[in-house]
């Protein structure tokens, strides 16, 4: 099964919705990200795969200005990431223009956080009510339709200590989605769930990808990347090292290091 | 389990997994073992109670007429607005020392900390004696530029009069307890789910509010009980002062009849009465804010 589009293995026909320019970033004497420059389109499923700590996480919440870089830039549509223009000068964000920004991006993290004191339905319904001011009524409405989307119509009154972790996992997609944002951006989705959950998570990724969400996946699992990726970045010590569609990746690796990493995930589900 | 005291070497023989284990007791032998202590420990309650009964120095009359006396009330209601008083200031000062000793700032952290070290280290009895005491050392209060003497100024001793340096000093002790048992709350909640609240595009005090806040609560509530049963009873300490609290009340009374025992526990029912009110409160601030905890 391949849900990539075609468009996208001529990936540059279509313009940026993202761009990632030379950004670089230190903690300490540790450089995580080391001059690093992407391009996300409109609809692509964008996988960054590559060996723990090596700046994948960073970078995605980069995306989300959750975290902030050392130089470089970043820009969503017309948005330059941590500004805004006033008069011919960009200022640094106010907490409120970096919150406003961050409605427009989706995120779910490994760590599944659902506000642990809501139900789902109070979980997926926060964001709108409280941030984007939709009417409780509305909300609740589109709220149902997404958690029927991930699977979760029976659970709208559970707790979050109620569900497996597959199905918080889930619900925290739907909170994502219930922004409506540009973007989703999965920082290691289904690193933290048992096995068998896994495949229900990324079953619910791949249906969104097909839907045609722009997908920024930084993830572990080869499979999803090379059959719902359209396009691959390595990324080893800060730097990405390979960068290019999903099959020319995994089947026509260029630089020997993706080789060697490709090498020691490929006995993970080779179903 | 008689065959298998018949018979020790049986027994050894079995495999572990097939040797009968003793059973908890049950039916008539539960009973009569249970029973028994029930029966031990009421004999000893119903002893105590008639030894105080009957006891003739414990003047019944004098603590039901005491009871609803009005000097008493007068001294009831006085202790109520006190402790409600330094509550609510309490809590909003804790609030604020907590955030500020969780500050990124270091000189707001410092004045946090200096806060919480003077106002825990030095007795209680004391402050209420300096607040108290403050006009023979400042004989003049008020706000105004410094170095200049503009600005509104007036005597120490008409603006802290008894009942007020004795709310200043229980607040103020009061809120260095709460800062630290708010401040336990706060951190108790995971980082994940303040990051999950930002990255919904919550600004901090949004998320603070939503978040944080009610997730704490969840923690503070049972410290918070028993803090304010704490500053129920230090409002006792004011006395020394002649508040005219419940204490003051109960011992002016005592100091011309002679009847301690009596009116100390007139004082100790009303002290009984509002813990038992705190501690229904806290068991309803509880189930309000345990949605989501693990069952």
Not at chain 1, 2 to 8: D, G, I, K, R
Not at chain 1, 53 to 75: E, M, P, Q, Y
């Amino acid at each position: 099964m391949n849900f990539a589009t075609p468009e996208f293995r001529n990936a540059s026909a279509v313009p940026a919705l993202i761009r990632v320019r030379n950004v670089s970033k230190s903690f300490g004497t540790n450089r995580v990200l080391d001059d690093v420059s992407l391009d996300i389109r409109k609809g692509e499923v964008r996988c960054i795969i590559g060996p723990s700590g090596s700046g994948k996480s960073t970078l995605l919440r980069c995306l989300n200005a959750l975290t902030d870089f050392d130089s470089g830039a970043i820009v969503l549509d017309d948005t330059r990431i941590g500004y805004t223009e006033r008069g011919s000068v960009l200022k640094p964000w106010t907490g409120r223009e970096a919150a406003n920004f961050r409605r427009r991006v989706g995120l779910v993290s490994q760590h599944v956080n659902l506000f642990s004191h809501r139900t789902v339905l109070e979980n997926v319904i926060e964001g709108p009510v409280q941030v984007l001011g939709t009417s409780r009524a509305v909300a609740v409405r589109a709220a149902s339709d997404l958690l029927a989307r991930v699977g979760l119509a029976d659970k709208h009154d559970s707790y979050p200590s109620q569900l497996s972790g597959g199905q918080q996992q889930r619900a925290a997609i739907a909170r994502a989605l219930a922004m409506d944002p540009k973007v989703m951006l999965f920082d290691e989705a289904t690193s933290a769930l048992d096995p068998e959950l896994v495949a229900e998570v990324l079953g619910v990724m791949q249906a969104l990808a097909s839907d045609g969400m722009t997908m920024v996946v930084v993830t572990h699992e080869m499979r999803f990347a090379e059959e719902v990726g359209d396009t691959v970045a390595v990324m080893e010590a800060g730097r990405i090292i390979e960068d290019g569609t999903a099959s020319d990746v995994f089947s026509r690796p260029r630089h020997q290091r993706t080789v060697d990493f490709l090498k020691d995930h490929s006995g993970f589900r080779t179903a | 389990m008689a065959e298998a005291s018949s018979n020790i070497v049986d027994f050894q023989a079995l495999p572990l997994e097939d040797r009968p284990v003793e059973r908890p007791a049950a039916g008539l032998q539960r009973v009569l073992r249970e029973g028994s202590v029930w029966l031990l420990a009421g004999l000893l309650a119903a002893y105590a109670v008639w030894g105080i009964a009957t006891n003739s120095a414990m003047r019944w009359d004098s603590i039901a007429r005491f009871l609803t006396a009005p000097i008493i009330l007068q001294g009831l209601l006085t202790t109520i607005v006190i402790a409600a008083a330094a509550a609510v200031v309490g809590l909003a000062g804790g609030l604020v020392i907590a955030l500020m000793r969780m500050s990124s700032n270091p000189l707001i952290r410092t004045l946090a900390i200096g806060y919480l070290g003077l106002f825990r280290a030095v007795p209680l009895l004391v402050q209420i004696l300096i607040w108290y005491n403050l006009g023979t050392f400042l004989p003049q209060l008020g706000i105004g530029i410094p170095f200049t003497g503009i600005g509104l100024y007036g005597d120490t001793n008409v603006i802290l009069s008894p009942f007020v340096a004795c709310l200043v000093a229980l607040a103020l002790n009061q809120a260095a307890y709460m800062g630290e048992i708010i401040r336990g709350g706060l951190l108790s909640v995971q980082q994940g789910q303040i990051e999950a609240a930002i990255a919904l595009g919550m600004t901090r005090a949004k998320a603070f509010r939503r978040v944080v806040a009610p997730q704490a609560a969840k923690s503070i509530i049972p410290p918070l009980g028993n803090d304010l049963i704490n500053l129920l009873k230090a409002t006792s300490l004011v006395s020394v002062v002649g508040v005219g609290d419940l204490m003051t009340r109960a011992q002016g009374i005592y100091a011309s009849n002679y009847q301690v025992i009596p009116l100390l526990i007139v004082a100790s029912i009303w002290y009984l009465l509002l813990t038992i009110v705190i501690t229904l409160a806290q068991g309803l601030l509880e189930r309000r804010f345990a949605a989501g905890v693990a069952r």
